[in-house]
């Protein structure tokens, strides 16, 4: 199977050796996505609502590249660092995602990249 790369312009480049996107067949896994301003770099200051906003902004931003949009999106997995937070960020996703919703897996983890917040990987499909 042939892997194809998907380049994102004015997103954040990769912080690690991976690839924002990458299309196997008809899906597309997108690696997770930060709070990361893509115009300074740095992590977008405020609070978890703030950081879950730009988090699905960044997403966005990868599937647009490889021609798809939040529609497309089949799977979510959510990591956050506080589940105390689970219902404000839960408030921002419903606002980007529309029925039928995603299927999606949350998970609280000790520590995320650069100490973010929240992290959102997706699976889109053609």
């Known amino acids: 199977m042939s892997k194809q790369v998907v380049v994102a312009e004015g997103s954040s480049p990769p912080i690690g050796p991976y690839s924002l996107g990458v299309w196997a067949g008809d899906l597309l896994f997108v ?31 990868v599937l647009t590249a490889a021609g798809l949009t939040l529609d497309n999106v089949v799977k979510a997995t959510l990591f956050i660092k506080d589940m105390d937070n689970f219902a404000a960020i839960n408030e921002v996703y419903a606002s980007y995602f529309a029925q039928p919703y995603p299927a999606r897996s949350c ?20």
Request: proline share 8%; hydrophobic share 40%; charged share 20%.
């Open 31 to 61: 690696s997770g996505q930060t709070p990361i301003d893509p115009a300074t770099g740095a992590v977008v200051p405020g609070s978890v609502t703030d950081q879950a906003h730009q988090t699905i902004k960044n997403v966005r931003t």
């Open 107 to 126: 998970v609280e983890v000790a520590r995320l990249p650069r100490d973010v917040l929240v992290e959102l990987e997706v699976v889109a499909a053609r």
